[in-house]
């Protein structure tokens, strides 16, 4: 049986949401959160990387959640996602709920190939 390498071209592609294990959030405060990442992700990367966004919507849009302990790592994750092409967005929440207005709570990381954000988040564990 012959295979072929993949290339990034057909490389399979996804989302990463990082969140902060730091943070007090109830369930509901987080997923909002990551559903703010999410969408706004979406929405670069569609404009700005439209045949990346295109390949992740028809392989199904996989999202993956994990976590970092610190906003210092949001900042030095997200550098390296920018030094790679790579769509990102850090959520600010407005303050109206649970935590005071200005914290940072998610980075969202792509949609991109998967190859790609391994390199940022692949160490990275699961939320």
């Not at 072929?4 to 943070?23: A, C, G, H, P, Y």
């Not at 790579?86 to 980075?107: C, K, S, Y």
């Amino acid at each position: 049986m012959i295979t072929q390498k993949k290339n990034q071209s057909d490389s399979e592609f996804k989302m990463v949401i990082v969140t902060r294990s730091d943070l007090p959030l109830s369930v509901g405060k987080l997923a909002a959160q990551v559903s703010h990442a999410a969408v706004t992700c979406t929405l670069l990367t569609k404009k700005n990387k439209p045949r990346w966004f295109s390949k992740w919507i028809r392989e199904g849009s996989k999202k993956v959640v994990v976590k970092v302990e610190t906003l210092e790592k949001f900042f030095l994750l997200k550098e390296k996602a920018e030094i790679l092409g790579i769509t990102t967005n850090i959520v600010t929440d407005a303050g109206f709920t649970e935590i005071p207005e200005g914290t940072q709570t998610v980075l969202g990381i792509g949609p991109a190939p998967s190859s790609l954000i391994d390199q940022v988040t692949g160490e990275l564990p699961l939320l």
